[in-house]
C-alpha cells in the first residue's frame, strides 16, 4: 500500500458563525469540528496531517498542536482552495502516495466512506478521484459536469456561481473531498487561475486540467449525502450534532440498547452501552464512558468519562465524573461521583451523597445525605445518615481508612486522618477525631442530662 497524507483545510473565516472563536473548534456532539475530521481520517492511517491554518491560526494551532503528528501551513490570505492546498506542500516534498483532501468544518464524513475513496483512487491508480453526492438541492455546490450528455467520465466540476442554468441543473454535486495521487499534484496546482466569478484559485479546476492532459479522473459516489454536510452557521452546527446523535442512537438500539427517548438521550460517539440496558430521557453519557449491560440509567443523569459494570442502577439526577460503579450497585437519586471514586459490586450510595477519590467496597452502604473524601471503605460497611468526612484541614487533605464490618451512626464526623478499624461501631452523633480500634465502640459527643418535670415548671412561671 501506498502511503496515504491527509490535508484539511481550516483557515477560512466562518463569518457566519458570529463567533469569537474559530469555526472548526466549535463543538458537536463533544468533539470539536476537526477533531471529528480527524477521528475520520485516523481510519486510513496517513503518514503525514497537514491543517492549513490562516484565519485565527495561532487559536486553532494551540487547541491542536499537542497532539502527535500533525502539522500546520499557514495561508495567510485566503485565496481560494486551490492556493490553500498549495500551502502544503513543503511539509509533502520527497513524500509519494496519495493525498486525501479533507475540509475541517465537515464532520459527518464517515470512516468507512473515506477507505472507500482511498481504495478507489488506489485500485485505478487514477491521478485524481472525487467523492460526489447526489442531492435535491444542490445550491451553492460546485456540480459534477459529465461527458455524454451526463452519463460518461467527469469532464469538469463547476462552481454554483458560474455555472450555466442548464448546469444548474445537474444534481450531482463536488463534497470538495478529494483523493489525489500525490506525484502531478503540486506541479498541477500551480496553472490552476483566478478566470471566475469569485476571482479564487479553485481547486476543483484540476478536474478538467487534469483531463484536458489525459490524466485519469475518477469518482466514488455517496451512499448518505449527509456525510458531506458542512458547517457555516449555529443552525448547521446543531443539525450536524443532530445527525451524529441520531447515528449514535440508532446503532446502540440496534446494538440491543433501549433508549426509551431518543430525542433526548445525548450519548457520545465513544461511549459504549452493553444490550440489554436502559436508558431514561434526558440522559448524559460523555467522553469515554463505557456502561455494561442489564443497567437502568435513570432520567436526567450525567456521567463523564466513566465506567458502569453490569446490572448496576443510577437513579435520577446523578452526576458521575471519571469514576468507576461496579455491577450490581446503586446509586442516587441525586448523588455526585467526583473523580477517582469506586463503588464497589453491589454496594450503595443513596440520595444526596458525595463521593471524591473514595472508594466503597463490596455490599457497602451510604445511603443518605453524605460527603466521603478521600476515604479508603471497606466491605459491608454502614456508613449512616449525614456521616461528614473531614478530609481538608484548610491547607491539606488527609486519608481516612474504614475496615470491613464497621458501622458508622448516623451525624458522625470523622476528622482525617483517622482510621475506623474492622467491625468497629461509632456512635451516632460523634466526632471522631482518634483512630477507632477493630471491633470497639467509639462515641464522642456530649453526655445526655434529663431534668424531669422541668416543662411543666416552666410553664407555671
Ligand atoms: C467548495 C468547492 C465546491 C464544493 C463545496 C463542498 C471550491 C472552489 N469549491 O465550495 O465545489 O461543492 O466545497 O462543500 O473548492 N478554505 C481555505 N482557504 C481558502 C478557501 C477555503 O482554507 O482560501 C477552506 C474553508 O475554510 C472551508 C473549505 O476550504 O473549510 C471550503 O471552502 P469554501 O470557500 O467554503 O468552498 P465552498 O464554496 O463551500
Ligand atoms: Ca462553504
Given at each position: 500500500?501506498?502511503?496515504?497524507?491527509?490535508?484539511?483545510?481550516?483557515?477560512?473565516?466562518g463569518t457566519r458563525m458570529k463567533s469569537a472563536d474559530p469555526k472548526v473548534l466549535h463543538r458537536a456532539a463533544g468533539f470539536s469540528l476537526i477533531d471529528h475530521v480527524l477521528r475520520a481520517a485516523a481510519a486510513i492511517a496517513p503518514a503525514t496531517t497537514v491543517v492549513v491554518v490562516g484565519h485565527m491560526a495561532d487559536r486553532v494551532r494551540d487547541t491542536l498542536g499537542k497532539r502527535p503528528g500533525l502539522a500546520f501551513a499557514?495561508?495567510?490570505?485566503?485565496?481560494?482552495?486551490?492556493?490553500?492546498l498549495l500551502q502544503a506542500e513543503s511539509h509533502l516534498a520527497g513524500k509519494s502516495g496519495t493525498v486525501v483532501l479533507l475540509s475541517g468544518d465537515a464532520p459527518l464524513l464517515r470512516p468507512a466512506s473515506l477507505r472507500a475513496l482511498v481504495q478507489a483512487h488506489t485500485a485505478r491508480g487514477a491521478a485524481a478521484t472525487v467523492l460526489t453526492a447526489r442531492?435535491?438541492?444542490?445550491?451553492?455546490?460546485?456540480?459534477?459536469?459529465?461527458?455524454?450528455?451526463?452519463?460518461?467520465?467527469?469532464?469538469?466540476?463547476?462552481e454554483d456561481k458560474d455555472a450555466t442554468p442548464a448546469e444548474r441543473e445537474i444534481d450531482e454535486i463536488n463534497s470538495g473531498i478529494y483523493a489525489f495521487a500525490l506525484e502531478p499534484l503540486f506541479a498541477s496546482l500551480r496553472s490552476i487561475g483566478v478566470a471566475n466569478a469569485q476571482g479564487e484559485y479553485y481547486l476543483p479546476d484540476l478536474v478538467k486540467i487534469y483531463r484536458e492532459r489525459g490524466l485519469t479522473v475518477e469518482t466514488v459516489t455517496l451512499d448518505d449525502s449527509r456525510e458531506i454536510l458542512g458547517v457555516n452557521s449555529r443552525r448547521e452546527l446543531a443539525d450536524v450534532a443532530a445527525i451524529l446523535r441520531a447515528t449514535k442512537n440508532d446503532e446502540l438500539m440496534a446494538s440491543g440498547v433501549t433508549l426509551i427517548d431518543p430525542a433526548t438521550a445525548w450519548i457520545g460517539p465513544d461511549v459504549t452501552i452493553g444490550a440489554d440496558t436502559i436508558v431514561h430521557p434526558n440522559?448524559?453519557?460523555?467522553?469515554?464512558?463505557?456502561?455494561?449491560?442489564?443497567?437502568?440509567?435513570?432520567?436526567?443523569?450525567?456521567?463523564?468519562?466513566?465506567?458502569?459494570?453490569?446490572?448496576?442502577?443510577?437513579?435520577?439526577?446523578?452526576?458521575?465524573?471519571?469514576?468507576?460503579?461496579?455491577?450490581?450497585a446503586q446509586v442516587g437519586p441525586f448523588a455526585h461521583l467526583r473523580p477517582q471514586s469506586d463503588v464497589g459490586e453491589g454496594a450503595k450510595v443513596g440520595n444526596f451523597t458525595e463521593l471524591k477519590k473514595t472508594t466503597l467496597g463490596k455490599g457497602s452502604k451510604a445511603s443518605h445525605l453524605s460527603y466521603l473524601g478521600d476515604a479508603t471503605i471497606g466491605e459491608k460497611v454502614n456508613i449512616g445518615a449525614g456521616?461528614?468526612?473531614?478530609?481538608?484541614?484548610?491547607?491539606?487533605?488527609?486519608?481516612?481508612?474504614?475496615?470491613?464490618?464497621?458501622?458508622?451512626?448516623?451525624?458522625?464526623?470523622?476528622?482525617a486522618p483517622v482510621k475506623v478499624g474492622k467491625g468497629a461501631y461509632v456512635a451516632a452523633g460523634s466526632s471522631i477525631v482518634e483512630d477507632v480500634p477493630a471491633g470497639a465502640l467509639g462515641i464522642a459527643r456530649g453526655k445526655q442530662a434529663n431534668k424531669p418535670g422541668w416543662v411543666e415548671k416552666n410553664r407555671k412561671k
Open positions: 500500500m501506498p502511503d496515504n497524507h491527509v490535508v484539511i483545510l481550516a483557515a477560512g473565516k499557514s495561508q495567510e490570505v485566503q485565496l481560494g482552495t486551490g492556493h490553500a442531492v435535491d438541492r444542490p445550491q451553492g455546490y460546485g456540480r459534477v459536469v459529465r461527458e455524454d450528455s451526463g452519463r460518461g467520465r467527469i469532464a469538469a466540476i463547476v440522559v448524559y453519557l460523555e467522553g469515554q464512558t463505557r456502561i455494561g449491560s442489564g443497567c437502568e440509567i435513570h432520567a436526567g443523569v450525567r456521567v463523564i468519562d466513566s465506567t458502569v459494570d453490569d446490572g448496576a442502577v443510577i437513579y435520577n439526577y446523578c452526576v458521575i465524573t471519571a469514576s468507576h460503579i461496579a455491577s450490581g456521616t461528614i468526612i473531614c478530609n481538608y484541614d484548610g491547607t491539606h487533605k488527609h486519608p481516612t481508612v474504614i475496615e470491613d464490618g464497621a458501622f458508622i451512626g448516623s451525624d458522625s464526623q470523622l476528622v
